[in-house]
């Protein structure tokens, strides 16, 4: 990996950048699930490969910091890889792929498998941030529902699937209520990780360069699925599987196609790693 | 005597930059300044369990004096009192009058395209009430849109069928039945059987008969129909040109019509 | 001195029809006179002399164009029907107030049982009392049973008559106005109908009448009021057999 790049400032983007990044970070972290509006500044990256997350990344990280990048888990996809060149070069901060040790881990669509503790931050790549779009196309209605907590048009689409397929059939980006008063979408993340955002110890950020939007669910926030009382939120179903090369039993497993064969396998690279050294090791080694 | 559940007082309502002589006009346009006064300090209260029947032409504003009350057109002036309200209800603001909306008010529109969504299935409309009262529990939904249904007399087997694909006169009912779903004390019905057949508008102003007598309900009814307003409302407004011209109980305006033109309307009907 | 019910003065009613250039006609004018509480006013005069139109004025069918009608409801405030609240009428036409016109009005597809229920449920009877008491009424006036969820639009005049009277009668009103009641009944019918009309006035009840009938009218009548060409000619004591 090359050393740092002359000529840039620390991190690619200039310090007024950072600072109204880092204001509209505190105030969405003031008003949990609120998508607050921000100037996405141009970046060597194209819109739609993290520029978002990478913005929140660039403004927060400093010498110290450790960092992480995964790509649906994945700490080696090119996505990820790109992006660690791309800081490392403008900061010359250290990689890892360890969650435990990294002080910031930018995320698309994964939440790790371990727990996180209240120093680190957890920056999510988002490419839709608006839940509401689902049922409502335009901007300016779905900022009024916002506005007015007006989300009756989201609980009828519930309700149709329901009446439709005995269930809500939303997968990833399932709409959560955040804090008692917004809506927000969790990004793609899959079921799996949403029960995840609920009382954190982590402080998580949101970001979304195309739609220029920030949000953040700040730590100990209740985040709840939408769920009727009696069809609740499930999680995906992995009973009776396991991964193939670490054999754990409760991780979210990727499905893989190896010619005509079906295998599944952690989505967490890293952690299935140190699964495979140690199978016992725990999620959660934060200390209570 | 009943109480009044609604008390309008001064209503106005002007299309275009309007000025001080726009309310003295004779007929709905101001000859000095061409703005379009669609609804001219019309003042009415409505009591407690009865039918009040806003009569008029087209162009009289007595579409638009109800979508004024039930907060879809912003009126220019003018004051409402709800019952329980103390306060100017158009002074609320919107989370307040959203409230009163859900809650207080339910509305049948003329055209079912404006009081329907189409997209959805047509117990997904009425069920649209019920999500906004914060009901969280699917069977109880379920088990209330049944009741819905049954009283608006509409088929149980097409309440999961996709609302484009009802009759006429079951997307009107089902337009009652959302209307209904939250127990309002005020119904407005702006023209509910217009463009119905005969026999279908007779059934469906028999329903809103029968729901009223059940419910103890208060109705504003608009309509150009001077047959429909006899059948079902106890006391008449009859407007023109955005001003109530007369008022009186629903046999005395039609045997005894004092305004030239109520004598004209009366005179017209078939 | 009995109290009086009613008291009209200078009550007169004009029409002013505006689509024959503003031709008005007088149907009757400075009508003065009471009624006594338990009283039974028999009104007489020829067709076309403003007998109806009077009971319509005092049921505020047609609007009275000068003058008073003050009623006095037991234990409660004097008000005056000419000038006062649509809604107040409405609230004594449910309660107090019960009305026979001379045609019927048939309101379509309401079973005549329904009407006449419907009539005691406006007045705060409850749903099965009110029920009970229209079917008997409906027997009492000789509408069989079986005609109970049939629409009085598909009956004969006189038995929609009949029904017209029920739904007045079965009121127990404090003010009974009656326009031609019996007028196309038969022989046994209007026997029937009087008797009724006789039980409510030995319950107190106070009626002013327009009988078709001369001897009907001499019947009932504890005075009799004579209506000519819009005035009121003469008041006078009827003197009756019982």
Not at chain 3, 40 to 65: A, V
Not at chain 3, 127 to 141: E, G, I, Q, S
Request: glycine residues 6%; aromatic residues 8%.
């Amino acid at each position: 990996m090359p050393e740092m790049i002359k000529g840039y400032n620390f991190a690619f983007i200039d310090e007024y950048a950072k600072r109204e990044i880092r204001r509209k970070i505190l105030k969405a972290v003031s008003i949990p699930g609120y998508q607050v509006p921000f100037g996405s500044r141009e970046l060597p990256i194209a819109r739609g490969w993290g520029t978002g997350g990478l913005q929140i990344t660039l403004s927060l990280i400093g010498k110290e910091d450790i960092l992480k990048v995964i790509d649906q888990g994945c700490d080696d996809s090119v996505n990820a890889v790109n992006i660690k060149r791309f800081i490392k070069a403008t900061t010359g901060i250290s990689i890892t792929a360890d969650t435990l040790k990294a002080t910031i881990i930018q995320t698309r669509h994964r939440i790790p498998e371990e727990e996180m503790g209240d120093k680190q931050i957890l920056v999510f790549q988002v490419p839709y941030p608006e839940p509401l779009r689902l049922v409502e196309p335009q901007e300016a209605q779905t900022r009024r529902m916002h506005a007015e907590m007006d989300y009756a048009k989201i609980w009828v689409f519930l309700y149709e699937n329901i009446v439709k397929w005995k269930e809500i059939t939303i997968g990833a980006r399932y709409p959560v209520f955040v804090n008692g008063r917004y809506i927000m979408d969790p990004s793609p993340i899959p079921r799996y990780d949403v029960p995840r955002l609920n009382y954190a110890r982590t402080l998580y950020l949101f970001g979304a360069g195309r739609e220029k939007r920030i949000y953040a669910v700040p730590p100990f926030t209740e985040v709840k699925p939408l769920e009727f009382k009696d069809h609740r939120f499930r999680i995906e179903d992995f009973t009776a599987k396991s991964c193939a090369l670490c054999g754990s039993k409760d991780t979210f497993l990727d499905e893989i196609i190896e010619g005509d064969r079906r295998i599944f396998a952690c989505s967490d690279t890293s952690f299935c790693k140190k699964r495979r050294e140690n199978p016992n090791i725990p999620k959660s080694s934060v200390k209570k | 005597m009943r109480d009044w559940i609604l008390k309008v007082e001064n209503l106005t309502k002007i299309y275009g930059d309007g000025c001080p002589n726009c309310l003295k006009s004779e007929t709905n346009k101001c000859s000095f300044c061409r703005a379009t006064i669609a609804v001219n300090s019309v003042s009415l209260t409505l009591y407690g369990g009865e039918i009040l029947g806003i009569m008029g032409e087209s162009g009289s504003g007595k579409s638009t004096l109800v979508r004024n009350l039930y907060f879809d057109i912003p009126p220019t002036l003018g004051e409402a009192y709800l019952n329980k309200e103390r306060r100017n209800i158009f002074e609320l603001n919107s989370q307040e009058k959203r409230k009163l909306r859900n809650f207080n008010m339910g509305m049948v529109y003329q055209s079912p395209y404006l009081g329907l969504n189409f997209e959805i299935t047509a117990g997904g409309n009425v069920a649209e009430k019920l999500l906004m009262a914060n009901w969280r529990s699917y069977s109880n939904i379920r088990r209330r849109l049944i009741d819905l249904f049954e009283k608006t007399e509409l088929p149980l087997n097409r309440m999961d069928d996709f609302s484009a694909t009802l009759s006429g006169g079951m997307q009107q009912r089902i337009q009652i039945a959302k209307a209904l779903a939250n127990n309002p004390e005020i119904l407005f019905l702006d023209e509910p059987t217009s463009g119905l057949d005969l026999s279908v508008q007779a059934r469906l102003l028999d329903l809103i008969k029968k729901i009223q007598q059940e419910l103890k309900i208060s109705i504003i009814l608009v309509s150009h129909d001077l047959g429909v307003i006899r059948l079902l409302a106890g006391r008449v407004l009859v407007m023109r040109e955005g001003r109530i011209i007369e008022s009186g109980l629903t046999d005395q305006i039609l045997e005894d019509p004092q305004h030239p033109y109520t004598q004209l309307l009366v005179n017209s009907m078939l | 001195m009995q109290d009086i019910i009613l008291e009209i003065r200078g009550l007169s009613k004009k029409f002013n029809l505006h689509l024959l250039g503003d031709k008005v006609i007088t149907a009757f004018q400075n009508a003065s006179f009471v009624l006594k509480r338990g009283e039974f006013l028999g009104i007489s005069g020829k067709s076309g002399s403003g007998k109806s139109s009077l009971i319509k004025c005092i049921y505020r069918t047609y609007l009275p164009t000068e003058g008073e009608i003050v009623y006095y409801p037991k234990n409660r405030i004097p008000i005056d029907l000419a000038k006062c609240l649509d809604e107040e009428i409405i609230d004594l036409r449910h309660r107090k107030i019960g009305y026979v016109s001379q045609f019927f009005h048939a309101i379509p597809r309401v079973s005549c049982l329904k009407i006449v229920t419907q009539t005691l449920i406006q007045q705060g009877v409850d749903k099965d009392r009110a029920k009970r008491r229209a079917k008997n009424m409906l027997l009492r006036l000789l509408i069989p049973e079986r005609l109970f969820d049939a629409y009085p639009s598909t009956f004969s005049g006189g038995e929609r008559q009949r029904v017209n009277i029920a739904q007045a009668l079965v009121k127990k009103a404090e003010l009974l106005l009656l326009d031609e009641p019996t007028a196309s009944l038969d022989k046994t019918s209007r026997v029937i109908v009087l008797g009724e009309i006789l039980k409510l006035k030995k319950k107190g009840i106070s009626t002013i009448g327009i009988f078709h009938d001369d001897e009907e009218l001499k019947r009932f009548a504890d005075r009799i009021l004579v209506l000519e060409e819009g005035k009121i000619k003469e008041i006078y004591e009827n003197d009756k057999d019982h």
